[in-house]
């Protein structure tokens, strides 16, 4: 089991200048002034309500649409299958009213206040377009904010900016070399009540620059980047070692598609732990379960190599890897439950080429032969470990 820790390179903040690995990183502040030209060019302006401006879309409820409970809602999915958002209502300004939210005049966010006759406008001469991403508390303080894409002029990122109508503030986040960038996920994860924003960011060669993750609490960058990785596959941001908080556990795509790594993100720690084995041609993350009873998930990953196939289990919390191969079958995960009454699932598991079943009792580091896949009290036979079958624990 090849485990490699990789460091984050953390941003540092001074005043509104921000240093990524060595690279500089323009912040802007708003002015609680309506309409008054600043520095930055961020402009928010408080402008009679034009009915022309007010569109008729179907209200996007963020937090059933696209939010779910353990994982900011975007629990496996790629960058390209997120939801567009086009209009949402929030409490912004933390007054205990929902705004209305929605992009007007192309490149502009408007704020609709609940009895007000005029919008909060924010807007940049250098927007082009922008996309509405997120609504979320990212500060920890009343009200939430809202999270958009601008691209420039010239088609590149011009910033994933967080704007604080409570404040009037637009935070702006983008390193050199940041040519375009996504966002898959916002969520908390280090249990200090302010989502953290996850992006993936590529140069102008489409390399993948880094996995990031804002923290706009304390206007801060972590990045986490290697050669070999070239875009991210499924993610879950889910407890897989036991202790406060979650990590963000990514399936890393090389530039043939093939399984690079599974990577489990300590943000909190600001460390990255990478998993593979040399002989995972191909793989994928199967799903996220307890497989032994202790606390923190493990991750099932499925593979292909030219010697065997088989299914590996990750133990994050012990940093090592069960290895189940079968040397001349397919295995297929039929079943994932409890069928021996102790702590921790099991998996069932079909060899089609041997027309069988065989039962992983990871805790045990077990493998039997089953009739089906159901409770052991129930077999006809007891189980015995099949032929064929080997297990290496790293």
């Not at 599974?262 to 191909?282: G, L, R, T």
């Not at 032994?292 to 190599?305: A, N, R």
């Not at 133990?315 to 090592?320: A, C, L």
């Not at 995960?333 to 990871?362: H, P, T, Y």
């Amino acid at each position: 089991m090849s485990l490699v820790l990789l460091p984050a390179v953390p941003s540092i903040v001074v005043g509104f200048l921000f240093i990524l690995a060595g690279s500089s990183l323009t912040g802007c502040n708003q002015s609680d002034a309506p309409s008054q030209n600043l520095p930055n060019q961020y402009q928010a302006a408080g402008l009679p309500l034009d009915p022309v401006e007010t569109p008729e879309f179907l209200i996007a409820d963020w937090q059933e649409s696209v939010s779910g409970e353990n994982s900011g809602g975007l629990a496996g999915l790629a960058p390209h299958e997120r939801p567009e958002i086009a209009y949402f209502q929030a409490d912004t300004d933390g007054d205990g009213s929902q705004e209305e939210v929605y992009l007007c005049r192309s490149a502009r966010v408007c704020i609709k206040h609940d009895g007000l006759s005029s919008l909060s406008i924010y807007s940049n001469p250098n927007w082009q377009t922008v996309s509405l991403v997120a609504v979320h508390d990212t500060d920890g303080e009343a009200g939430s904010e809202i999270i958009v894409v601008a691209i420039s002029k010239d088609a590149s990122l011009a910033c994933i900016c967080v704007i604080h109508e409570r404040t009037g503030a637009v935070e702006s986040y983008r390193a050199a070399g940041w040519h375009t960038a996504s966002i898959f996920a916002t969520t908390d994860i280090d249990g200090d009540k302010a989502a953290e924003v996850f992006i993936l960011a590529r140069d102008n060669q489409d390399a993948l620059q880094c996995i990031c993750v804002i923290h706009d609490r304390e206007r801060t960058i972590h990045t986490y980047h290697s050669p070999i990785w070239s875009t991210l596959g499924s993610y879950y941001i889910e407890d897989a070692d036991g202790r406060p908080g979650k990590e963000l556990i990514v399936e890393i795509r090389d530039r043939t598609n093939g399984l690079a790594c599974v990577c489990i993100i300590h943000d909190q720690n600001e460390q990255a732990k990478i998993y593979n084995e040399s002989h995972w041609h191909s793989g994928a993350v199967n799903q996220l379960v307890d497989t032994d009873g202790q606390p923190g998930m493990e991750i099932v990953v499925s593979y292909t190599s030219e010697s065997a196939n088989g299914i590996a289990v990750i133990h994050d919390r012990e940093e090592s890897i069960s290895d189940y191969s079968f040397s001349g079958d397919n295995p297929t995960i039929q079943q994932v439950a409890d069928f021996d009454s102790a702590k921790g699932a099991e998996l069932c598991v079909l060899l089609a080429n041997r027309d069988a079943l065989v039962l992983i009792a990871d805790r045990t580091h077990e493998q039997m032969s089953v009739e089906a896949c159901g409770p052991l009290a129930d077999q006809d036979q007891l189980p015995h470990k099949p032929s064929g079958l080997t297990l290496g624990r790293s």
